[in-house]
T-cell receptor, first 113, second 115 residues
Framework: SQTIHQWPATLVQPVGSPLSLECTVE??????LYWYRQAAGRGLQLLFY??????ISSEVPQNLSASRPQDRQFILSSKKLLLSDSGFYLC????????????FGPGTRLLVL | AQKITQTQPGMFVQEKEAVTLDCTYD???????LFWYKQPSSGEMIFLIY??????QNATEGRYSLNFQKARKSANLVISASQLGDSAMYFC????????????FGTGTLLAVQP
């Protein structure tokens, strides 16, 4: 069976500090990978998606970047965090192709102070 | 452009009763998918049910069913025999973008099941 991991679970960072969130998937090959952000009391907003190693697409302009150095690893980064980067970050995977179910990781709660 | 609308910020239901959570959508894609997810207070997103735009029958998964009305562009979730553990946020989502399989989410409905 497939599993998806995210770490860390919780992170408190000062404004201006760097960020690295990691997501890994087990039990599948060549998945589509996704990063979402959920602000408090809001729905999910798609930030980045990837259909293969090194292939990253950004959905919204922002202070963040993403990378996919390995088939089942997806990393969300920032060089300098802003207060507005606070939120709940969720990674998801799906099999390739359209209208496939996305399965989510446990998420990372980020608080920027 | 794609759009998902959930107009019920919060709902109450008595235990063992049925409840309907509303979702309307708009898309220019001829082929699309609709999903419902549950988010308990722990934050995890749990997949509940899927409906394809060309599926002839409404989807069902245990106590969950999807009332899909294509002409009205609605995809309401029906939960039968509500349980206390059903208390959570519920999100409707629309799949678009072809093979990239992107999702756009609604703002969610907070369901509270009362004993």
């Amino acid at each position: 069976s497939q599993t998806i991991h995210q770490w860390p679970a919780t992170l408190v960072q000062p404004v201006g500090s760097p960020l690295s969130l990691e997501c890994t998937v087990e039990g599948t090959s060549n998945p589509n990978l996704y990063w979402y952000r959920q602000a408090a009391g809001r729905g999910l907003q798609l930030l980045f998606y990837s259909v293969g190693i090194g292939q990253i697409s950004s959905e919204v302009p922002q202070n963040l970047s993403a990378s996919r150095p390995q088939d089942r690893q997806f990393i969300l980064s920032s060089k300098k965090l802003l207060l507005s980067d606070s939120g709940f970050y969720l990674c998801a995977w799906s099999t390739s192709g359209g209208r496939k179910t996305q399965y989510f990781g446990p998420g990372t709660r980020l608080l920027v102070l | 452009a794609q759009k998902i609308t959930q107009t019920q910020p919060g709902m109450f239901v008595q235990e063992k009763e049925a409840v309907t959570l509303d979702c309307t959508y708009d898309t220019s894609d001829p082929s699309y998918g609709l999903f419902w997810y549950k988010q308990p207070s722990s934050g995890e997103m749990i997949f509940l049910i899927y409906q394809g735009s060309y599926d002839q029958q409404n989807a069902t998964e245990g106590r969950y069913s999807l009332n899909f009305q294509k002409a009205r562009k609605s995809a309401n979730l029906v939960i039968s025999a509500s349980q206390l553990g059903d208390s959570a946020m519920y999100f409707c989502a629309l799949a678009y973008g072809g093979a990239t399989n992107k999702l756009i989410f609604g703002t969610g409905t907070l369901l509270a099941v009362q004993p």
